[in-house]
């Protein structure tokens, strides 16, 4: 049900504009499984290991691009480095890092509604443990590896010939571009996005535009099926089907 739920929850996040959507799966994950302190905390916590993965990534590929520069190896090594050095960093530290937060939650002036809210993230922050972190950070990267994969065919079917990095490239860029999700599915600056990535591989703009359209239509029905089967699975629970969350 936990599955179902972030499933649907997908559908609610590209819906709507402003990333406002992410709310619906802290009261999702609420429901039954936990307060929305500590679900706060553990999709912050689940976010950074996005964002680290993905720069890894995004690292790894840059050092292996075809007829790659000295400044492209480079700077590749340095992310890459960047990125695992930071989760190494946040799993060694999470929860002395946590303990702070709880600690400075119970100072007298944050001890009415705040002070609760920041101690209970305090406690999702501290999943990042030692020995958690490996798996996470294992599990996001087996995540972007196959969409990665999955945007690298793609586009090949479009662009026979494509170096496989280009989908790494398009990948890093789309997301860097949801984090300013201005409408809902991003429409527009997602195409932008993958557009600029496909330009920068040499890609002429009328095979660019066409890819970025199809990319953005097949994932956003995927994501519109999936969300849908779960939201129907989700019946049999006693959820209405017109209930957001």
């Not at 499933?7 to 402003?18: H, N």
């Not at 406690?123 to 443990?129: M, Q, R, V």
């Not at 571009?177 to 195409?191: D, E, K, W």
């Amino acid at each position: 049900r936990m599955l179902a739920g972030f499933a649907w929850c997908f559908v609610v996040v590209i819906t709507l504009p402003l990333r406002l959507g992410e709310a619906a799966r802290v009261l999702w994950a609420r429901r039954g499984h936990g307060d929305s302190g500590h679900v706060a905390g553990a999709l912050i916590a689940e976010r950074l290991t996005d964002l680290l993965a993905l720069a890894a990534l995004a690292g790894f590929a840059a050092l292996v691009v075809p007829d790659s520069g000295p400044g492209l190896v480079v700077g590749g090594g340095i992310v890459l480095a960047i990125s695992l050095g930071m989760f190494a960093v946040a799993s060694v530290f999470s929860t002395p890092l946590s303990t702070w937060v709880a600690n400075f939650a119970n100072r007298p002036r944050l001890r009415g509604r705040v002070g609760p809210i920041l101690s209970r993230a305090s406690n999702g922050l501290a999943t990042i443990a030692p020995g958690s972190a490996i798996r996470m950070l294992g599990l996001g990267l087996i995540a972007w590896i196959l969409n990665a994969a999955a945007i690298t065919v793609f586009l090949i079917e479009i662009i026979p010939g494509l170096p496989w990095p280009t989908g790494v490239a398009v990948l890093v860029s789309v997301n860097l571009a949801a984090l300013v999700n201005v409408v809902p599915a991003n429409v527009g600056l997602y195409h932008s996005a993958a557009i600029v990535a496909l330009l920068a591989n040499s890609v002429p703009f009328d095979q660019a535009l066409v890819a970025a359209t199809g990319l953005h239509a097949l994932s956003i029905l995927t994501i519109f099926i999936v969300g849908g089967m779960a939201k129907i699975y989700l019946a049999r629970f006693g959820q209405r089907i017109w209930d957001v969350v």
